[in-house]
């Protein structure tokens, strides 16, 4: 018997035979912080934040909405209702500096400063066996919390998918923002969203995939201008059972692991991008939940112990094997397969890789549940927001939300070798008439929108729009000859 437990502050799954005792399952209870006397509490509504007012069906894109966010509780609320629930249950994730802070800054068991390469095996010679991989979940994360500041960004992107493609389609985005200290949390940090782009793109009703952008550079440089980065990726997903498919956890670890940096005080290479997801509740409207993938899953990307395809389940795939006789080893490329070389004595000695053993539950597995390797990290909206960019009159038109093609097949590097029938977004697109309306409908506000900027960039160059925010920092007045430069 298996049992999930679901909270806001995170996940953990408990594996039961049909014929155990509490005795018999005391370790594996212990192992998740249930000890003697504690109280479970299974409460569905505990810290749910309801994003149902972002979005309204009935209103077209371009139509001004008045959101209402009377259902949506504060941050400290949030964070009071929280700290409770872990008074009762005990904390499941700590912030990464309180994690050190309480094991002594210790930091060579940590997954990112271990190796887990599959071992090389040499006849004639003794040989290491690799480490053995215990897969459990993480008891600390990089951040603690995702705010979602800019509440129109959401909404126009929760919109979009609706609305336009009727959630047979999905979509992505990059989120920009940046990082504060939150202090609701010892030592925490809260990611705060300011602006989603939305990159090139091939969707489909179960996926969807960034292909080649050559702006994203220049959106990245555009955002640091502003004071803000990238602080992680937003995109859509049908009901599902899982937190997140083997699919998309994958895209999420290759992400983290890309944007690895050895800032931090103790040399540990650390990731703050954070992942948020959006699918519809039972009534159809869009729910936001906010992720990160464990350091044991980044390492265990690194040393590239994941098979290349991966389903759209909970179950994650890898190369390792249960058995490793010597007639049965796994080499990197094929099962049993081996390499012969000639040694300095001139005989030959045959090379097999030998995979490191996963460990679940006690017992060897090849394959396992996704939520081992996911963080669970709070998010919210504030009930009075305070966006770095201002809800403008009339909203610029979102960058590559057109396409020219129809339904096409493509099997490129680009889409993980996958054979994904689709429609390309891939157009930065706007209407003479949309941009004189835009230009003409709002005031000197106009230019303070990421959006805008990127569009700026796209027609003109990339040092018009860095300008052009030098002058919005500053709170310095723009040239007129840039609009009739961009009207004609």
């Known amino acids: 018997m298996i049992i999930r437990l679901k909270s806001k502050i995170g996940i953990s799954r408990i594996i039961l035979d049909e014929d155990s005792t509490l005795m018999d399952d005391e370790k594996r209870l212990n192992e998740i912080g249930i000890i003697h006397g504690t109280s479970i509490i299974l409460d569905n509504n505990i810290d749910e934040i309801s994003y149902k007012t972002i979005v309204n069906n009935i209103k077209s894109e371009n139509e001004p909405e008045e959101i209402d966010l ?6 400290d609320s949030i964070t009071n209702t929280q700290l409770e629930n872990e008074k009762i249950d005990g904390p499941l994730f700590k912030s990464f500096d309180a994690y050190l802070h309480e094991n002594g800054f210790e930091i060579g068991d940590l997954p990112l400063m271990n190796s887990f390469l599959p ?24 951040v603690d919390h995702l705010e979602m500041m800019n509440v129109e960004e959401v909404r126009r992107f929760a919109n979009f998918w609706l609305n336009e493609l009727q959630m047979s389609l999905q979509r992505i985005g990059w989120m920009y923002g940046y990082y504060t200290e939150d202090q609701h949390y010892p030592y925490g940090i809260r990611a705060v969203c300011e602006a989603i782009y939305e990159p090139p793109q091939y969707s489909n009703i179960n996926d969807v995939i960034m292909i080649e952008d050559e702006m994203l550079m220049n959106v990245d440089k555009i955002a640091e201008r502003l004071g803000l980065e990238r602080i ?47 699918s519809p509740d039972d009534n159809g409207q869009p729910v936001l939940n906010a992720y990160m993938a ?24 890898t190369k390792c094997n249960i058995h490793h006789d010597s007639t049965n080893n796994s080499s990197r490329g094929s099962s049993g397969s081996s390499t012969n070389t000639t040694g300095g004595s001139g005989t030959e000695e045959v090379i097999r890789e030998l995979m490191p053993i996963l460990i679940e539950s006690g017992k060897e597995v090849v394959d396992f549940d996704t939520s081992w390797l996911i963080v669970r990290i709070n998010e919210s909206a504030p009930i009075k927001p305070n966006s770095f960019f201002p ?27 996958m054979n994904m029938d689709g429609i390309k977004y891939n157009v930065i697109k706007v209407e003479k008439k949309e941009l004189m309306e835009y230009i003409n409908g709002n005031g000197d506000e ?38 009739e430069l961009l009207l004609h």
């Open 70 to 75: 009377t259902n949506t509780q504060s941050n």
């Open 119 to 142: 071992i090389k095996i040499k006849r004639g010679i003794i040989n290491k066996l690799p480490k053995s991989i215990t897969i459990r979940h993480q008891k600390y994360r990089h």
């Open 232 to 278: 992680g990726m937003i995109f859509t997903r049908l009901p599902n059972e899982c937190f997140l498919t083997a699919r998309e956890l994958i895209r999420v670890i290759e992400m983290q692991y890309n944007s690895l940096k050895h800032i931090h005080y103790t040399g540990y290479p650390i990731s703050t991008m954070v992942t948020c997801t959006m």
């Open 294 to 317: 464990s350091d044991l899953a980044l390492a265990l990307f690194r040393d590239e112990l994941f098979t290349s395809s991966q389903s759209f389940n909970h179950i994650i795939s």
């Open 391 to 417: 809800k403008l009159t009339i909203p610029f038109p979102i960058e590559n939300r057109n396409t020219n093609s129809t339904n096409t097949n493509s099997t490129n590097s680009n889409m993980d070798g």
């Open 446 to 483: 106009l230019w303070n929108n990421f959006h805008f900027l990127i569009y700026i960039c796209k027609v003109l160059d990339v040092d018009t729009a860095l300008s052009i925010c030098d002058s919005i920092i500053q709170q310095q007045p723009i040239d007129d000859l840039i609009k």
